[in-house]
């Protein structure tokens, strides 16, 4: 299971985001992964970004209840 932190996030700078194998992530500025195994993560918009206001915590929770989701159906 992928669990991201807020650590992770606040590290991060590129518009797409992407999850590799290992868990760990990256961000790219054009929509094309490093390897064809990532998996897309999300577009981390200014407006994506502003509504956490640097709460990088929150913005984790959100992503990893998404994963779960995900990972689930």
Do not use: K
């Amino acid at each position: 299971m992928i669990t991201v932190t807020a650590e992770q996030i606040a590290a991060l700078s590129g518009l797409y985001w992407w999850v590799r194998a290992n868990g760990s992530l990256y961000a790219t500025d054009q929509q094309q992964p490093q390897a064809a195994e990532d998996t897309y993560l999300l577009r981390a918009s200014q407006q994506w970004l502003a509504q956490w206001d640097g709460n990088w915590a929150a913005a984790a929770e959100q992503i990893n209840h998404a994963i779960t989701r995900q990972e689930q159906s």
